[in-house]
């Protein structure tokens, strides 16, 4: 199975029940589908289908990390930003970081490879995941972000993230 929406039935929360959800909670986003996307260079080769001229967006890497005592961690990036782990884990007063597994992703996130979002904290909260977002999308108009399949990508004000956070008890912790 790959992280597409064909697949969406086989994951704790669908793509289409985040959506409804979303809904539900009066949170607006846009909605595009394309193909599937496992990469930054592969997202860069379709984003200028949906990204708005002169907007000011964000768009992500993700980077799903555990630590040696077993923590899980979901990092959020700026997809153009360097990041270098061995740093990353010392900045943040955690040791050494490595990235977790499918097994894991889909147990702590309940999603797959190439589908990794802010979004999938729905599920990480739950699990204990520890949240670290750029603090680049404190001044993005627009994130774009997956909607837990890697073939559709939603575009959310920042103000709508934020209180989709809020409405999942997130913690987000930003980093400089």
């Known amino acids: 199975m ?41 997202s860069k080769a379709v984003e200028d289908q949906f990204m708005v001229p002169g907007e000011n967006a964000l768009r992500l890497k ?62 990480g909260v739950e699990n204990n995941v520890r949240f670290f977002m750029d603090a680049a999308a404190q001044q993005a108009d627009v994130i774009y972000m997956h909607p837990l399949v890697n073939d559709r990508t939603v575009a959310m004000k920042r103000e709508d993230l934020t209180a989709f956070f809020e409405r999942i008890n997130c913690e987000v912790t930003w980093l400089p």
């Open 2 to 42: 790959d992280a597409s929406s064909a697949f969406q039935d086989t994951l704790p929360l669908s793509s289409d029940a985040l959506l409804a959800r979303l809904d539900e909670w009066g949170l607006a986003y846009l909605l595009h589908t394309h193909v599937p996307l496992r990469t930054v260079e592969d």
């Open 62 to 123: 993700n980077l799903y990390l555990r630590d040696k005592k077993k923590r899980n961690y979901l990092v959020t990036l700026e997809q153009s930003r360097e990041i270098d782990l061995k740093a990353l884990g010392a900045e943040l007063g955690i040791g050494n970081l490595s990235f977790g597994s499918a097994d894991r992703l889909m147990q702590n996130l309940g999603i797959r490879p190439g589908a990794v979002s802010p979004l999938a904290m729905i599920n």
